[in-house]
């Protein structure tokens, strides 16, 4: 199985930043970003696939960022001009398949979140 561990969350104030990194225990082919805020489902915000393909929720567009490292370690989440419904856990999810969507059913792998709350 691969291994997944969040890193970064935090408080901040409103239109604040803040980047949230996951660490992978090995190589997949895809990876994304997920919150889920108490009360809600689990949305998808972000995804990356290895040839780069990037896809951000309508909601985050233009303010999130998605990348990786050189080595495909570590993905990241750079988050600009945070907002009060950006409050969240935010999860990293890995799967094998190339082109998968922000549906949660796409992902195999799963972290165990890291708390972002936006105040």
């Known amino acids: 199985d691969v291994q997944l561990v969040e890193s970064g969350g935090d408080s901040v104030e409103a239109g604040g930043s803040l980047t949230l990194s996951c660490e992978a225990s090995?190589?997949?082919?895809?990876w994304a970003w997920f919150r889920q805020a108490p009360g809600q489902e689990r949305e998808g915000v972000a995804l990356?696939?290895?040839?780069?393909?990037?896809t951000y929720a309508d909601s985050v567009k233009g303010r999130f960022t998605i990348s990786e490292d050189n080595m495909g370690d570590f993905l990241y989440l750079q988050m600009n001009s945070l907002k009060p419904e950006d409050t969240a856990v935010y999860y990293c999810?890995?799967?094998?398949?190339?082109?998968?969507?922000?549906?949660?059913?796409?992902?195999?792998?799963w972290g165990h979140g890291t708390q972002v709350t936006v105040s």
């Open positions: 999810a890995a799967t094998y398949n190339y082109f998968p969507s922000l549906r949660p059913t796409d992902y195999d792998f």
């Open positions: 990356r696939t290895k040839h780069g393909i990037t």
């Open positions: 090995s190589d997949t082919n895809s």
